[in-house]
């Protein structure tokens, strides 16, 4: 991480030896530019590398033979640096491009003898060389690029047969592939958006343990999605970006003080111990690495000296902070024991001297120093009560760069990350009267935004704030902040491997409330192409998990622990075009990119059902299964995004934006972790899927270039195609995972470049572009797309279940609509039906307390395969939108399914078309005086649906299907009217 604020600092050092040939105040580029010239810059992205360790022999002395290969798969942010040369002959350009990244990249993969092993691989660079061939038009680039790739990875093997941990490493070749958009933002700034899938074929890695070794065969492969930026020292200025920024621009001299908040992520590493920690490793492995990640908050406090356009300083920055971690860790095959190994970071903080260069409004810095921080740790055997810990302050060093904007004459808002390194230290652990160390390293990446006050005004007002960066004509962007609060749930279903429609296990890690701060971006230009995104990093806490087997020990089993200490990341990035603009009401499509991260943690093991496991007895004997911790996953989703986003300026100040995605394609990587199995812990999963995306934000305008707003967003994920390998088994079991967040965000962000002029009235505020209302009278026919959640419950004849006889579902739909509205004065009044195809599933256990023996416990599921309405509406009229509720009838084309494969060796099922109602309402916004959008809500009931039953005797003549469903489902609405709207 370190080499990218490296690279920006060396940016700022170049372009500050060329400012002496600069002009103090902007001039005013010339109308032809260029793409020619040498560029260097950095990015930030989002990396997937796919490990697959081959079936065959393994570590020499080692000598077994895996009938199985292990498939793992790395993803993680990314951030690298890249520098290259461009040439222009007409529209096109030719170049050639350098590239190098790092980021926390680690796989895991069950492998060899049986699939007894856990095999890791550590990607720690990924670089390029690559020749490039691109279209210009405007001020944009559209290029392809193809070359040499090179991958530098470590990587390790421990198993539950031999002692120690067996590592290596490797410098790899291969080729890459990919493509991209660029984008010129002034004369020598250009940012980008890229993909680029990578391949590293089939070679063996040698790893050795002390005089043993072997080698494995590995094959590897790796895509990136990527935002970055390009910096040119000279040449000819890009296309179209007007005039440079003003150097030096504004003062920064002098004393301030600011507050900040943001998020962190990065890697625990325990690497050896001494003493009973050692001995406790000597049949196995000692090793263990964890992913740190949480939240901060905190203050600074520093001095700037200017200097021409140099500012030096120097700051101490403080954060409270909650980031933690979990790992495996002090294994041993012998005993088939291991312990859990954990940090926490409670506050951090930096000593550093920074080193920039003000252009303009903006302050662009490198800075550097010392690091601190403090927290505890711990270690235990996962079998005990006993924790050997520890605490205190280490003492490191740090790396970073950032942007500062002036907002005032007094305010500035910055955006920044840094690099924390603390090294490899001795800590020394101790509890039950023993007493050891263990060699613990640790690194942190921070990134952290906040606003600071400047105490003093400078020399003849020298700190005045001037207008807004200025951005190529035609170009707008918007940057913000937003805190958003959420609650979802992850679920797992796990098959026999060889019976694979019977159901063995059953995890669902229910109601987790997420906390998230998150900064998101939108650039724009006025031919309709826009780059919108966003990333956020918060905490997991609250909830409950539910384990159920179908049996466990002796029968039917429903154990619940308590979710605390987990977290969350996640990110989106879009490439889009407006398809219709009015004003500053726009429709775009979008194609882009998702990802996902969740960690949850479930401590305690309480028996809810009448299995033995963590039953009374069990407490008696393990007093750990109380409170320790048991069971945690931890899961990764990527996926392709196909979607349409609106923006709707309903009044002066009030802006509507709708995003409605769909996501055609996913993947899912994970790790489960038994804690009190150590035996099967870690177990990885990897499956494919799909999933849905909503958001919807109302904004309000503060002034003409500052916005807050509340918005709301709903995720959905699910496999139909996933499984894992179990130690000593064959074949693979097949698996189902499903996964849901929901919730609300408050925001914030500031807009730069061109504000239109209809905009720029007296009091500095958006404007309408026409007051006058129209008339919704006619008829109209159009599409949705959206997704929601749905609740069944089944009538079950057998005494209260713990858990179950009732099943949430989610998913997505997509449709159409024709309709006929009347208007009458303000009132409005119409009627509609709808169609719509629809994927809303899923699964939940059923008559669990049925007296049929150990294998009681029935997996019971829907999904809703259709929707349709026919419907009466009635809505005001206000200018251009329409407010409106409607409701009426309802139809669903379903599907339902009662597993008694256990018993029967079937899994009957049943299709049926349903009626019932439908209640809800929306907005409405005639974006053209034929087209309009909108966003919609309706709540659905269906009642019962349509029976169904069994002839096997214990369940004979009982209703198998749901008594009940509901579903909640949000859409993004875009209709084209035959009879054109006029004004009154």
Partial sequence: MRLVSAVLVAMAAARAALAGDLPVKGVEAPDAGSWTGFYLGTYVGSGLVDSQWSPGATPGTLAAVSSVSGLGSASGAM????IGYNQQVGAFVYGIEGEVGTGFLLSRARCRDGSTSVCAMQTDLVATLTGRLGYAFDNVLVYGKAGAAFLDSSASATGSGYQGQYTGSALRTGWTVGGGAEVGLTPNLSAKAEYAYLNFGTDSIDLKYGVYGGAMSVSQSAQMVKL??????????????GARLPVPGRDWSGLYAGLHAGGAGGRDEWTSGTGFLADAAVFGAFPGTGTAMGLLGGGQLGFNYQMGPWVAGAEVSASAADLGSYTKCVTNALSMSSFGCHNTVDSLGSISGRLGQSWGDVLFYGKAGAAWVSGSGALFPTTATVQ?????????????????????????AFLEYDYYDFGTQSLTYSGGGLSATADFKQRLDVVRMGLNYRFGTGPDGAAAASKAPELPAGWTAEIGGRYFASTGRMQKDLMHPALTDRLNSRLIYGNTTGQSLETFFRFENRDGLFLKGFAGLGTLAGGRLNDEDFPSDVVYSNTLSDLRDGSLSYGALDLGYELVRRGESTLGAFVGYRALYQNVNGFGCW??????????????????????????????WQAVALGLNSRLQLAERLRLEVDAAYLPYATRSSMDNHWFRADINPQIERGTGWGTQLEAVLSYAVTNR????????????????????????????????????????????YRFGDIPPAEADAAGMPTKAEPAPMNWSGLYAGGTLG?????????????PPVSGDAVDLGGAMAGGQVGADVQMGAIVLGAEASAAWSNVGGTDTCFSTAPVGAASGFNCGSRVNGLGTVTGR????VDRALVYARGGFAWDRQSDSFNT?????????HQSTNTGWTLGGGIEYALLPNLSVGLEYKHFDFGGASGFTTTWIPLAGLDLAPDSLRLDMVAMTVNYRFLTFSGR
Avoid at 79 to 82: K, L
Avoid at 231 to 238: E, F, I, K, N, T
Avoid at 390 to 411: I, K, Q
Wanted: overall charge neutral; aromatic content about 16%; proline content about 6%.
């Fill in 787 to 799: 997704g929601g959640k749905a609740h069944t419950t089944y009538a079950s004849p057998f005494a």
């Fill in 79 to 82: 951030i690298g640096s890249q």
């Fill in 874 to 877: 009635f809505g005001y009229a």
């Fill in 607 to 636: 028996q809810l059902a009448r299995d033995t496991t963590c039953d009374q007895a069990s407490h008696q004997q393990v007093p750990a299964l109380a409170s320790a911790l048991a069971l945690s996953e931890t899961e990764t």
């Fill in 228 to 241: 970055g930026l390009n910096w040119r020292p000279w040449g000819a200025p890009l296309p179209g970006t």
């Fill in 706 to 749: 500052l916005d807050v707003g509340l918005g709301g967003r709903y995720w959905y994920f699910a496999t139909d195609g996933a499984s894992t390998g179990f130690p000593q088994v064959p074949i693979r079991s097949p698996m189902t995972f499903y996964s849901e967040r929901y919730g609300a965000f408050l925001q914030a962000s």
């Fill in 901 to 909: 494969y256990a018993f029967t060796g079937t899994v009957p099922d």
């Fill in 388 to 412: 050997y810990t520890t605490s205190g302050t280490r003492w490191g060093w740090m790396l970073g760069s950032g942007v500062e904007y002036a907002l005032t004459r007094n305010f500035s």
